[in-house]
């Protein structure tokens, strides 16, 4: 049940290892930023997760409130920095990738590298 | 008044003069803005510096939202002092910047060349200066991307792919650290260092709190180019601009290590990170591999800026050295270092530059008979390489002697032989490149010709030079307040 009951956290460790072996496994530089972006959509997931508090409540003073499963807003708010982060990568990444396609004529690395050499 | 608020003037001014200097457009109008901005940056930094030793730490509530809700900037005496050499280096950097910048880089990137250099201060400035862990990992991310795009700036084609290796790598290592900060927050619920400091070890034996520490100490390696995680190094630093470079190899390293040190030493505790999880043995033979690998590879670079870039992994393998010992002489040796190295490596880079912009290039073969050609220059290059070395009276000699006295205290022999045996690498590939300069004769046509590169490039390039030399001589500054600092890291009084 407990092994179940945490099945957030199992998804996070699948993105996370799928992301990082696409990165690390995959010549072709767009396929490496989309597994970034998996590694990095993981680590969201794990902040999100943590969001979740049983038994808990909003801070606001109410007579007698009851309880529940209560969503702290500060993972979201720090998740939503994060995920501003992950796309300035991205573009970033991205645009990198058009100059590097204009420069060599291709986005595969084991061609980049044989072109000039580069480890 | 404004006293008050020099932790976030820090922060707030490059940050604020970025954006500006993309609007000027003007690539001159925009240097002499960075210039001035970067100028009180150093000033705030040395005021700030002044302020921790004479008063203790300084804690300033951000937007006045009291510690541990709001963000709060804390300074004490070992960020005080790697605020000192990010903002001076970048200082220095900045004048040397025009004449460089205007060479290597076409008329229209200049205006965001300074752009992206004031927010890679702002990030590094951040990073070292926050007390709060997620605002870290943003200033953190805020220098990597801007340094990507300095990165690829270069003239040659491959700055673009040694940015985008680098973008990957640090990348990777950045969500590592933002893993490792939500885990903690996971048990602990709060994200201020200090607060966080005093929960962890009420936790005791948690799993929660080891894998947080792992996912840090990957990530801020990652980062920091410790020994096999240096891959995206060379690369960058060789196919960078010459300005970027000097000041990149002079700060990102340094802060990311601070960065480690701030986790392992202020977060974790050194009881926990360093002796419970004995830490040493992993850092302490990563260090010596680094050490002795990198500084052979060196040897063979054919590219005088590849084979500083291999230098510059192997001298952080020298500061891991010491945060491994955990020792008080350790640690000064370590974060004397970060300091001696900054001023050592900068000079050298900016060196390069000014080889950069009279030859047009940096490969060994070039460099023959450059005492001739370009004595003042090729002089500051002997000064840097005797630094690295570490020869008596050079400031690089100063942290490997505590080094030293750090692995015999602890009986780390093999480590004290390290050292010294990186020293004696480090002998032959400054040689290599002083014996081209001073004994091979220069090409045909070339020779006699005095052609010195100009002196706003000089001047920057011979005060990192003198500071190997002065700081070598006049240790208060730098092994006084690293003893500090490690003391105080330890938790030891003085």
């Not at chain 2, 001076?88 to 200049?110: I, K, Q, T």
């Not at chain 2, 290059?381 to 490997?400: D, N, R």
Request: glycine share 10%.
């Amino acid at each position: 049940m407990m092994v179940l009951g945490l099945y957030n956290y199992w998804i996070v460790i699948f993105l996370m290892m799928t992301g990082f072996y696409i990165v690390i496994a995959r010549g072709n530089l767009i396929k490496k930023i989309v597994g970034l972006n998996i590694f990095q959509t993981s680590a969201f997931i794990l902040y999100i997760s943590i969001g979740k508090v049983d038994g808990g409540t909003a801070p606001i003073i109410v007579e007698g409130a009851p309880g529940t499963l209560y969503s702290n807003p500060l993972p979201h708010v720090l998740i939503l920095t994060a995920i501003v982060v992950g796309i300035s990568t991205t573009a970033l990444g991205l645009a990198l990738i058009v100059r590097i396609k204009e420069a060599y004529g291709t986005v595969e690395e084991d061609e980049i590298t044989q072109k000039d050499g580069i480890h | 008044m404004i006293a008050a608020h020099l932790p976030a003037l820090q922060i707030v001014l490059p940050l604020v003069a970025a954006p500006l200097c993309m609007l000027l457009r003007r690539g001159n109008l925009a240097w002499g803005l960075s210039l001035i901005v970067s100028l009180a940056a150093l000033l705030i930094a040395a005021l700030l510096l002044n302020q921790v030793l004479e008063t203790g730490p300084i804690s300033y509530a951000m937007g006045d939202w009291a510690p541990p809700w709001g963000i709060e900037y804390r300074v004490d005496v070992l960020n005080a002092f790697v605020l000192l050499i990010v903002a001076a280096v970048g200082a220095v950097v900045l004048p040397y910047a025009r004449r460089s910048v205007a060479h290597e880089l076409p008329e229209s990137l200049h205006s965001g060349f300074y752009t992206a250099f004031l927010l890679c201060l702002t990030g590094l400035l951040g990073v070292t200066i926050t007390g709060d862990a997620f605002n870290l990992f943003v200033f953190l991310e805020i220098s990597s991307l801007s340094s990507y795009i300095l990165i690829s700036m270069g003239r040659n084609r491959r700055a673009l792919a040694a940015a985008f290796q680098y973008l990957i790598m640090g990348t990777i290592g950045a969500t590592f650290i933002v893993i490792g900060i939500g885990l903690l927050y996971m048990v602990t619920g709060t994200l201020n260092m200090a607060d966080l400091a005093s929960r962890i070890p009420a936790l005791g034996e948690n799993r929660t709190v080891i894998a947080a520490f792992g996912f840090l100490a990957v990530g801020a390696t990652l980062k920091l180019a410790l020994f096999p995680l240096h891959i995206w190094l060379p690369n960058a630093y060789t196919y960078a601009p010459s300005a970027v470079t000097a000041f990149l190899a002079a700060t990102a390293t340094k802060v990311s290590i601070y960065i480690l040190l701030r986790f392992f030493f202020t977060v974790f505790g050194p009881a926990f990170a360093i002796e419970e999880l004995t830490l040493g043995t992993l850092i302490i033979p990563l260090s010596i591999i680094a050490i002795l690998v990198c500084s052979t590879v060196a040897i063979y670079q054919g590219n005088v800026k590849r084979m500083l870039a291999y230098s510059s992994v192997a001298q952080v393998g020298y500061m891991m050295l010491g945060i491994g010992f955990d020792t008080v002489n350790g640690l000064t040796g370590g974060i004397a270092h970060l300091f001696n190295h900054a001023a050592t490596k900068g000079g050298l880079f900016l060196a390069l530059g000014c080889i950069v912009l009279r030859l047009g290039s940096c490969r060994l073969d070039d460099l023959a008979g450059l005492n001739k050609r370009m004595p003042l220059t090729a002089f500051s290059i002997v000064i840097g390489g005797l630094s690295l070395i570490g020869v008596p009276l050079t400031a690089g000699f100063i942290s490997k002697w505590y080094l030293v006295q750090a692995a015999v205290e602890r009986d780390f022999w093999i480590a004290a032989v390290a050292i010294l045996f990186g020293s004696l690498l480090a002998v032959i590939y400054v040689w290599r490149v002083v014996e081209v300069m001073y004994l091979r004769p220069a090409p045909e046509g070339a020779a006699g010709a005095r052609s010195e590169a100009p002196l706003s490039m000089l001047i920057p390039t011979w005060i990192l030079a003198a500071a190997s030399i002065y700081f070598g001589v006049e240790t208060s500054l730098n092994v006084g307040v690293a003893r500090a600092a490690a003391q105080f890291l330890l938790g030891v009084q003085g």
